[in-house]
T-cell receptor
Framework: GAVVSQHPSWVICKSGTSVKIECRSL??????MFWYRQFPKQSLMLMAT?????????EQGVEKDKFLINHASLTLSTLTVTSAHPEDSSFYIC?????????????FGPGTRLLVL | AQSVAQPEDQVNVAEGNPLTVKCTYS??????LFWYVQYPNRGLQFLLK??????LVKGSYGFEAEFNKSQTSFHLKKPSALVSDSALYFC???????????FGKGTTLSVSS
């Protein structure tokens, strides 16, 4: 079946560094991917919509200069957390839409846990 | 704007008993409704969805959900709970194809043996 992968699954970094998280659709092309953020025991909050070949659309309250999104190909979207701080520590989850005829299915990646020290 | 409400933070049931996890929604158009489950430190697993058709939707692991348009609800049910069903359950909605899912806050299901 369709799979969405994320890399890395875990990352620990020092405050002030930048971290790049990759989201790949492994056996389908995805023109649209989404990035979510989840705090412990809380819901998934949509951060942005990533469209291949164009700028990402950010949700209200999400700093686009802080969370850089690049969707350079139909199978890869990246989220870069710039100048990370401890409050950026969270679980980041991507999802990708697969279109097959009239059927649309949204697949989620396994998530990336970021810990900023 | 779309929204999803899961009124219960936690649901406790005994193994073998039926379970219900509640969800109500608000959308401007026709709803696309979903249930996902999340185990600790894991990603989301798809359980079932309602787009159109029968109001009763059957999904993975014996779960089902009933779409009730008049009550704007999409409660998740299972006739006989298993201890292994203990997890965090999310209801999600969107109002058109190709858009992001909006998630409820989640309900922790605890099934005791």
């Amino acid at each position: 079946g369709a799979v969405v992968s994320q890399h890395p699954s875990w990352v620990i970094c020092k405050s002030g560094t930048s971290v790049k998280i990759e989201c790949r659709s492994l056996d389908f092309q995805a023109t649209t991917m989404f990035w979510y953020r989840q705090f412990p025991k809380q819901s998934l909050m949509l951060m942005a919509t990533s469209n291949e070949g164009s700028k990402a659309t950010y949700e209200q309250g999400v700093e686009k200069d802080k969370f850089l999104i690049n969707h350079a190909s139909l199978t890869l979207s990246t989220l870069t957390v710039t100048s990370a701080h401890p409050e950026d520590s969270s679980f980041y989850i991507c999802s990708a839409i697969r279109l097959a005829g009239n059927q649309e299915t949204q697949y989620f990646g396994p998530g990336t846990r970021l810990l900023v020290l | 704007a779309q929204s999803v409400a899961q009124p219960e933070d936690q649901v406790n049931v005994a193994e073998g008993n039926p379970l219900t996890v509640k969800c109500t929604y608000s959308v401007s158009g026709n709803p696309y409704l979903f249930w996902y489950v999340q185990y600790p430190n894991r990603g989301l697993q798809f359980l079932l969805k309602y787009i159109t058709g029968d109001n009763l939707v059957k999904g993975s692991y014996g779960f089902e959900a009933e779409f009730n348009k008049s009550q704007t609800s999409f409660h998740l049910k299972k006739p006989s709970a298993l201890v292994s069903d203990s997890a965090l359950y999310f209801c999600a909605v969107r109002d058109q194809a190709g858009t992001a899912l909006i998630f409820g806050k989640g309900t922790t299901l605890s099934v005791s043996s």
